[in-house]
């Protein structure tokens, strides 16, 4: 009995807790509606190219009108960690970082500034293709990644501040 009042107690605390769905109204939702609104300007390079697409797969932009423009700029750099005994590099890190806005398009306003960014380990061997096919990698890996944290915080700042859809 004790047990089943205390389960009561929790479940009902819970219920207060502040947490909301971000996707509530599934696609035709507030948050869904205005990341579909949402276009992407050019970025440079190729880390440029992986990143748009990736944006772009994750916008799903329903071809209405966007009301939004995002834009963003990369800083993409590789760095050489460990060394071997013939001061060649045996490990390196790819770093990712990106800084966006969100602007509205019909007033010209930053609506969000924010940044994003990630990296990745990979090791130097002694095939020039297998390291350039593993900074590739990373290079796509990390395009996924910082893009999904950049769609999860444009949600969020539509969720948070009601952005008016259209």
Request: charged letters at 20%; proline letters at 2%.
């Amino acid at each position: 009995m004790k047990r089943a009042l205390l389960l009561a107690a929790l479940a009902l605390s819970l219920s207060g807790c502040g947490l909301h769905p971000l996707y509530s109204g599934g696609g035709s939702g507030a948050v869904a509606t205005t990341l579909t609104r949402i276009e992407v300007g050019p970025i440079e390079g190729k880390a440029g190219w992986l990143m748009t697409n990736a944006l772009h797969d994750r916008l799903a932009a329903g071809g209405a009108t966007p009301l939004y423009r995002l834009e963003v700029k990369l800083d993409d750099q590789i760095i050489g960690l460990g060394v071997r005994s013939d001061d060649s590099v045996s490990r390196e890190r790819r770093t990712l970082r990106a800084r966006y806005q969100l602007i509205d398009l019909a007033k010209g306003t930053v609506l969000l500034d924010a940044t994003a960014g990630s990296d990745a380990g990979l090791d130097v061997v002694n095939s020039e293709y297998a390291t350039i096919a593993a900074e590739n990698s990373a290079l796509e890996r990390l395009s996924e990644i910082v893009a999904d944290q950049i769609v999860s915080r444009v949600a969020l700042y539509a969720q948070r501040t009601d952005v008016p859809a259209k």
